[in-house]
Nanobody
Framework: QVQLVESGGGSVQAGGSLRLSCAVS????????IGWFRQAPGKEREGVAI???????TYADSVKGRFTISHDNGERTLYLQMSSLKPEDTAVYYC??????????????????WGQGTQVTVSS
């Protein structure tokens, strides 16, 4: 069983930065995908940034060049560095993982392990 706990959310003005952290309860056995998803009010949950066990990241087009995902399996921590934040980045951010190989899909339904979420609010 994998338990995930996010931290680091908060309120920031547009153009600012935040770093989210996700503590992972166990070393993840390969292969795996782990990443960040977000859900804004009235919208579907979407994949933001996902990284595989080789360290290869994928990003949503809306955050490319602004967000950076990193994962230290030995330290059991996932990070999301967010810069140049925009009001449309406002959402609850979740970390999620699955223990399967292949392509790290951004489809949230493919991920069985989830954290409780952390709120990010960006004001204009």
């Amino acid at each position: 069983q994998v338990q995930l706990v996010e931290s680091g959310g908060g309120s920031v003005q547009a153009g600012g930065s935040l770093r989210l952290s996700c503590a992972v309860s166990t070393l993840l056995p390969t292969p795996y995908c782990i990443g960040w998803f977000r859900q804004a009010p009235g919208k579907e949950r979407e994949g933001v940034a996902i990284i595989d066990d080789d360290g290869t990241p994928t990003y949503a087009d809306s955050v490319k060049g602004r967000f950076t995902i990193s994962h230290d399996n030995g330290e059991r921590t996932l990070y999301l560095q967010m810069s140049s934040l925009k009001p449309e980045d406002t959402a609850v951010y979740y970390c999620a993982a699955h223990l399967s190989g292949g392509y790290c899909t951004p489809k949230y339904s493919e991920y069985p392990y989830w954290g409780q979420g952390t709120q990010v609010t960006v004001s204009s």
